[in-house]
């Protein structure tokens, strides 16, 4: 069964670094044509697709957080991750991590069940 | 980017009608349409790829339908279990982009 585990600070100081893992479980990352998603939601508000990291290492970010954005990727642990750097107050959200499936624009079959982040001094 | 509308952003329904939400697309995306239904505190679950494709495990209740820029997600009977919030979502070109919600609460 595939499971997804988002795991970091609950609380970022306005200008430092984001950085959120996602565990997956019951897949490899590393085969199956997937593509390892970030996406976060504003409090009361709709989604935003942050970026994917394809299981080549391929990455693709959305264009309004590109300059801030790294997603990278940890084979031997199974994990993926998102560097956000220089935080705002509109970077708080609900960051969920999710596996898009094998289709190079896509869609996400499985999540993990979100983490808050709040960006606060 | 590709703006997805949703109508009615909330919706207030009854055990056993027949719920009707529509998304429209700034653009034409062909079929590349998800829906999901999100409950509170919870992550969102796929129901429906490809504008009507039902997932596995998603009660017939559910369909999709609509092609280019118009949508619609039809629950047939609405069940307690299906009182939540519903998006679409675009995957014709990157960034894909979701649609605001609708929130289907008891009248």
């Known amino acids: 069964q595939v499971q997804l585990q988002e795991s970091g600070p609950g609380l970022v100081r306005p200008s430092q670094t984001l950085s959120l893992t996602c565990t997956v479980s019951?897949?490899?990352?590393?085969?199956?044509?997937?593509?390892w998603s970030w996406i976060r939601q504003h409090p009361g508000r709709g989604l935003e697709w942050i970026g994917y990291i394809h299981d080549s290492g391929s990455t693709h970010y959305n264009p309004s957080l590109k300059s801030r954005l790294t997603i990278s990727q940890d084979t031997p642990n199974n994990q993926f991750s998102l560097k956000l750097i220089s935080v705002i107050a509109a970077d708080t959200a609900v960051y969920y991590c999710?596996?898009?499936?094998?289709?190079?624009?896509?869609?996400?079959?499985?999540w993990g069940q979100g983490t808050q982040v709040a960006v606060s001094s | 980017d590709i703006q997805m509308t949703q109508s009615p952003s909330t919706l207030s329904a009854s055990v056993g009608d027949r719920v009707i939400i529509t998304c429209r697309a700034s653009?034409?995306?062909?079929?590349?349409l998800a829906w999901y239904q999100q409950k509170p505190g919870k992550a969102p679950k796929l129901l429906i790829s490809e504008a009507s494709t039902l997932e596995s495990g998603v009660p017939s209740r559910f369909s999709g339908s609509g092609s280019g820029t118009e949508f619609t997600l039809t629950i047939s009977s609405l069940l307690p279990d299906d009182f939540a919030t519903y998006f679409c979502q675009h995957y014709n070109n990157y960034p894909v982009t979701f649609g605001g919600g609708t929130k289907v609460d008891l009248k």
């Open positions: 653009q034409s995306i062909s079929t590349w």
């Open positions: 999710a596996r898009g499936r094998s289709k190079v624009v896509t869609h996400f079959d499985y």
């Open positions: 019951g897949v490899s990352i590393s085969s199956g044509g997937y593509y």
